[in-house]
């Protein structure tokens, strides 16, 4: 399943961590349950059993949750899920730490270390922006960042969502329309750091950067457009966010 800020778990959880950061734990444990409630498949499952997890008081019970998590992500197996797999994988073997289990605690987090930074996503993978390119065009590193103007962006970004190069062409900035081109990256890549383990577990986004250039192999053209009303949202969020940008 591909993430998306639209689904209504993904949007329970995200007013669920609004509560956690307003320090209405209780608050917040409800719209989880409520998301846990509501899910309709493994991905959204996993998702609000990570939350509810880690809003728990017991080890005992955080542990539990934890495992109900994993289960899901497991059978869930996407490209979206693969990447929490080291959090969980941590989280769990503090727990078995804390109840003094040694050896379980071991196992867990020698799978934590097989799977960070294995990425094996195969693409395609996309970019949004409002320039007017052409195929065969190289994107390289070096342009200012859309979020801090008077930074030089030392990668160039991309994604395994089309969906989500789709909202960043539209808060890109530029006077030009909103486009989304199929890209080939031509040397190695990253998760990109500035997503990867926020608000969300691993780097389900699909986000990444390169050093090298990426190479345009396509225009897409069928891709969400997002309401006005939705964009501002996010422009507002964006306006909001004064994190300092890891480049």
């Known amino acids: 399943m591909e993430f998306s800020p639209f689904n209504n778990i993904v949007k329970l959880c995200i007013q669920g961590m609004d509560m956690e950061e307003k320090n209405q734990p209780e608050e917040a444990l409800r719209l989880f349950t409520k998301g846990w409630e509501e899910a309709s498949n493994s991905f959204e499952k996993y998702l609000s059993a990570y939350y509810i997890a880690r809003n728990q008081k017991s080890t005992e019970e955080k542990l539990n949750w934890l495992i109900i998590a994993l289960d899901f992500a497991l059978k869930d197996n996407s490209e979206a899920i693969k990447s929490a797999y080291p959090t969980l994988h ?32 195969p693409g395609p993978f996309y970019h949004g922006t409002k320039a007017d390119l052409k195929i065969g065009d190289l994107l390289t590193a070096g342009g200012n960042s859309n979020y801090q103007s008077d930074l030089k962006m030392n990668h160039i970004y991309f994604t395994g969502s089309a969906n989500g190069a789709g909202l960043a062409s539209e808060l890109a900035k530029g006077i030009g329309q909103p486009r989304v081109y199929m890209v080939e990256p031509t040397g190695p890549f990253e ?31 069928d891709w969400r ?18 994190g300092e940008i890891i480049n």
Do not use: M, V, W
Not at 191 to 200: A, E
Not at 230 to 239: S, V
């Open 225 to 242: 457009k997002q309401s006005e009303e939705e964009l501002q949202k996010f422009r507002d969020r964006l306006a909001d966010n004064h």
């Open 90 to 121: 941590e989280n769990i073997s503090q727990c078995y730490q804390e109840l003094n289990d040694k050896n379980k605690a071991i196992l867990h987090s020698e799978l934590a270390l097989k799977y960070k930074d294995n990425l094996s996503d």
């Open 191 to 221: 998760n990109d750091p500035n997503l990867t383990n926020k608000k969300f577990p691993g780097n389900p986004t699909r986000s990444y950067r390169s050093e090298k250039p990426l190479k345009i192999i396509a225009e897409l053209t």
